[in-house]
């Protein structure tokens, strides 16, 4: 047995090891490594674990979870827009094109402020930190600096994150204040943002990481997408963009190209094991055969298509086929920060494709049957599908995974949550906790087997 752990956690879990596969933990230990992975997972039959346990009682490392405490990995959010925060809850009630021009840019545009980027920045980081985001996905804005910031921000308040410094230069579909003055000048502020990301102090872990991000077709030129599908290919890191997000966006790429988002961003070289697709509820199959076929992968915002989408993302579908998929908050075009909430609008979104949705049709005609999602594969994706998504490890209480992680408490003062562990099963308890866990249910955060002050 091996007695070098930074700490260990005692203490009930879950963790999905697949869409369907739910691994529920009975006071077992979780040993961190220095480096903060997770060395070894000790159950109770585990020979070692009652030695073990009585030496990290002496040696000052036990870190033991009370009755009523739920340990789960830390939820990824792997589509964000950081500089949207302060709209949070605004025009919800405009199409995307309008909100984009009317609520949107004038907002992004703000954030050549850096000291303005810094003070809305620091709030969201922690907003996200408390509702159990341990990974955040950022689309950042055109400015290189106040993106820098947002990737020092994370590093400083300890979330794992990946961030892009928006792409934007199309002078049709962007206004003059807010875009890049040309595809050359987005190619290489991105060159330089993605080396400044990698050389921040304190990234030398590599937990902030550098995302290409051309924020989607429509406000991109064609020069500044094949730059950036050559940078992706020289500089190998994650990619981020919208895919058919909504009918008049979607309607937009096949007017310009004649093909779908997927098939042109494939044409570009931007679709690659490290791109991650935001939305794409359009797509058709070939566009899924593309995708399957590099591994990239798709973030599911479910609140943000009720306002924006026109339609539900097949999401039934996409995990048929295999598709990684993860959730997205989308703040600002979902009003939520919470990934908590990103799994319950996840079921609602696919029970209301199952069922569809108008009366005045025949019930055999109104949905498509076999679309409804789990609570198991909400958490799924919530969590490990997310992490596979990104290519890293996380999303999973496993051994060999890094130690991201929260800690839920059903007893916390005003808690939603009534668990009766002698009458509950255990799936009906993870059900519970998915189904109505709050911000103030969450005690704990940790990240790279540190926790974090929340
Ligand atoms: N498409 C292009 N930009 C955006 C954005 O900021 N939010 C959403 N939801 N869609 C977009
Ligand atoms: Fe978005």
Not at 167 to 176: E, T, Y
Not at 358 to 382: H, N, V, Y
Request: with cysteine; charged share 20%.
């Amino acid at each position: 047995m091996k007695k070098h752990y930074k700490v260990i956690i005692m203490g009930n879990g879950y963790t999905a090891s697949g869409t369907d596969s739910i691994n529920f933990f009975e006071n077992s230990l979780f040993c961190i490594n220095e480096e903060g992975y997770i060395e070894k997972i000790y159950s109770r039959e585990d020979g070692d674990y009652q030695s073990l346990l009585t030496h990290a009682r002496k040696s000052g490392i036990l870190h033991e979870l009370t009755s009523g405490q739920f340990l789960l990995p830390g939820f990824i959010d792997l589509h964000v827009h950081a500089p949207q925060w302060p709209n949070i809850g605004k025009a919800l009630d405009r199409p995307l094109d309008q909100w984009l021009q009317e609520y949107t840019f004038p907002l992004e545009a703000r954030y050549s402020d850096t000291e303005f980027a810094r003070k809305i920045y620091e709030h969201l980081v922690k907003t996200l930190l408390a509702n159990g985001t341990t990974t955040a996905v950022y689309f950042a804005t055109v400015h290189r600096e106040a993106s820098l910031e947002l990737g020092r921000i994370c590093l400083e308040l300890g979330q794992r994150a990946l961030v892009g410094k928006v792409a934007m230069d199309d002078k049709q579909a962007c206004p003059d204040y807010y875009r890049d003055e040309s595809a050359e000048q987005g190619i290489k502020e991105t060159r330089l943002f993605i080396n400044e990301i990698k050389n921040l102090r304190g990234n030398e872990r590599s937990r902030v990481l550098p995302v290409i991000t051309p924020r989607f077709i429509p406000s991109c030129t064609s020069e500044l997408l094949s730059g950036l599908g050559q940078l992706a290919k020289e500089m190998e890191c994650h990619v981020q963009t919208h895919c058919s997000e909504s009918d008049w966006e979607h309607n937009f790429v096949m007017d310009r190209y004649g093909v779908t988002d997927t098939q042109a961003l494939h044409n570009f070289g931007l679709m690659t094991r490290k791109t991650i697709l935001a939305h794409s509820n359009l797509i058709n199959d070939n566009d899924m055969n593309i995708i399957s076929s590099v591994s990239a992968g798709i973030a599911h915002c479910p609140l943000s298509n009720f306002y924006f989408a026109n339609c539900i993302f097949p999401l039934r579908k996409a995990l048929d086929r295999g598709i990684n998929t993860g959730l997205g908050s989308d703040i600002s075009a979902g009003h939520s920060p919470s990934i908590f909430d990103a799994c319950r609008h996840a079921i609602t979104a696919s029970k209301a494709l199952n069922d569809g949705v108008d009366p005045q049709c025949a019930p055999e005609k109104r949905g498509c049957p076999g679309s409804a999602i789990t609570f198991k594969e909400a958490f799924w994706l919530a969590t490990g599908g997310g992490g596979e998504v990104l290519g890293l490890p996380v999303g999973q209480l496993r051994e060999g995974f890094l130690f991201d992680a929260l800690v839920i408490d059903t007893n916390c003062t005003g808690s939603d949550l009534l668990v009766r562990e002698q009458e509950d099963a255990s799936d009906d308890i993870l059900q519970k906790l998915i189904y109505n866990t709050q911000r103030s249910n969450i005690c704990e955060i940790w990240v790279d087997g540190k926790k974090l002050p929340i």
